[in-house]
T-cell receptor, first 116, second 115 residues
């Protein structure tokens, strides 16, 4: 089955530093990748949608300059949290949509970010 | 606009008992519906999906869901729950011409399994 690898699974960083999270589709090509943020005991909040080779589309209220998204290939998207602050601490999850199965949305295992 | 409502925030069920999780949706056309399960600290795993054909859909781990257009519902069921079914369950709808490629998620239902 389709597999999405998300790395790292957890990261601790100091305030003011940047953190990069990778999302890779291992056995399929992804036309579109999605980045979500999830607060404890809450549902997923879509942050942005990225298509390979083009700029990401951010949801209302999400800071583009803080959450940089790059989708350089059909198998890799990255989310960089710039100048991280404690309020950015959260669980981040990526999802990839299969090029050959438009109803195939596969999720990564998530990244727990803690900013200290 | 498409939306999903999961009326039950928490459900507690005894091991071996049946389970039903409710999902109601709002969608402009024929909906594409999904159920995902999330274990603590993990990503989401697809249980099943529906977009046409038989309204009773079989999924993994013994789960099934029934699409009822007249009730705008897509409830998830399992005849006999195992302790390992304790998790968070999310219903989702999408994609659509109006909302684009994204899925819209319900608020989730947390399932607790009593021994």
């Amino acid at each position: 089955g389709a597999v999405v690898s998300q790395h790292p699974s957890w990261v601790i960083c100091k305030s003011g530093t940047s953190v990069k999270i990778e999302c890779r589709s291992l056995d399929f090509q992804a036309t579109t990748m999605f980045w979500y943020r999830q607060f404890p005991k809450q549902s997923l909040m879509l942050m942005a949608t990225s298509n390979e080779g083009s700029k990401a589309t951010y949801e209302q209220g999400v800071e583009k300059d803080k959450f940089l998204i790059n989708h350089a290939s059909l198998t890799l998207s990255t989310l960089t949290v710039t100048s991280a602050h404690p309020e950015d601490s959260s669980f981040y999850i990526c999802s990839a949509r299969d090029l050959t199965d438009l109803y195939g949305y596969t999720f990564g295992s998530g990244t727990r970010l803690t900013v200290v | 606009a498409q939306s999903v409502t999961q009326p039950d925030i928490h459900i507690t069920v005894s091991e071996g008992a049946s389970l039903e999780l409710r999902c109601n949706y709002s969608y402009g056309a024929t909906p594409y519906l999904f159920w995902y399960v999330q274990s603590p600290g993990q990503g989401l795993q697809l249980l099943l999906k529906y977009f046409s054909g038989d309204t009773l859909v079989q999924g993994i781990k013994g789960f099934e869901a029934e699409f009822k257009r007249s009730q705008s519902s897509f409830n998830l069921r399992k005849p006999s729950v195992h302790w390992s079914d304790a998790a968070e369950y999310f219903c989702a709808v999408g994609p659509s011409r109006a909302a684009g490629n994204k899925l819209t998620f319900g608020g989730g239902t947390r399932v607790l399994v009593k021994p």
